[in-house]
């Protein structure tokens, strides 16, 4: 387990040493739905993920913009749990956020992700409306990582 100065410095390291985030979304009878997308930050830690819009994750968002999400890396040892969990809303990106949400996932994934082998597909048209694919972002509400007395602390990134 590693030593971090403080609650805000363990939550950044495991956000930035991490690809995927098991995300919560809900239709707007309530029925939860659990899916696992690949994710990209920005500064501000607004989070972008890209999905099919007709999955039940996005059909859900569409509905219901209220989702959840936890980040961990799934082999740690035993009994060293460090994550991080959050709470928020999800939207669409549209228009020039889209560039945004591109050029964070080229930053982020290159070189282990080559943009260049799905050029064909890398270009902004083919995530606006009436697209298959999306980009979507998380607006944070609160986010919580593993410590403190109650077992979770909430921090401000």
Do not use: C
């Not at 979304?25 to 920005?42: I, K």
Request: a positive charge; glycine letters at 4%; hydrophobic letters at 40%.
């Amino acid at each position: 387990m590693e030593y971090f100065r403080s609650y805000k410095d363990k939550a950044r390291h495991i956000i930035e040493h991490n690809l995927y985030m098991s995300l919560s979304t809900s239709d707007r009878d309530g029925r939860p739905w659990v899916a696992t997308v690949l994710y990209v930050f920005d500064k501000k830690y607004d989070f972008y993920f890209v999905s099919a819009i007709d999955s039940l994750h996005a059909k859900n968002i569409l509905t219901n913009y209220n989702v959840a999400f936890s980040i961990y890396n799934s082999n740690q040892p035993i009994g060293s749990m460090e994550e991080v969990q959050a709470i928020g809303t999800a939207k669409p990106v549209e228009g020039n956020g889209i560039y945004k949400a591109m050029a964070l996932y080229a930053q982020k994934l290159s070189p282990a992700f080559n943009i260049r082998k799905i050029s064909y597909n890398w270009n902004a048209i083919n995530y606006k409306y009436p697209s298959e694919f999306r980009f979507f972002k998380i607006s944070l509400s609160k986010i919580f990582t593993t410590g403190g007395e109650n077992r979770r602390v909430e921090v401000e990134l």
